[in-house]
């Protein structure tokens, strides 16, 4: 663990030590992707949770009252 420390304190000098741009660059780099993998797997995992309580659709919505159709309406 002790190692792991060092490696990220080190990692973390070098950054901080970059000029604005590159730091920006480099961060971005590492953040957007990181973020948007995120993204997806949180997609993946509420379709799944969804599906399995049975609100994976959404209600239809009836144009003119703004409320919620009910089966017998939509036919």
Same mark, same amino acid.
């Given at each position: 663990m002790e190692q792991i420390a060092r490696w990220w304190?080190? %990692?973390e000098l070098w950054i901080a030590g970059l000029?604005? !741009?590159?730091?920006? !660059?480099?961060v971005l780099a590492v953040a957007l992707p990181a973020? %948007? %993998?995120i993204a997806w797997v949180l997609d993946r995992v509420l379709v799944i949770i969804l599906a399995l309580l049975r609100r994976d659709k959404a209600p239809a919505v009836a144009a003119s009252t703004g409320r919620a159709a009910t089966d017998s309406e939509e036919n």
């Open positions: 304190d080190g %990692a000029p604005f !741009v590159p730091q920006v !660059v480099l973020c %948007a %993998a």
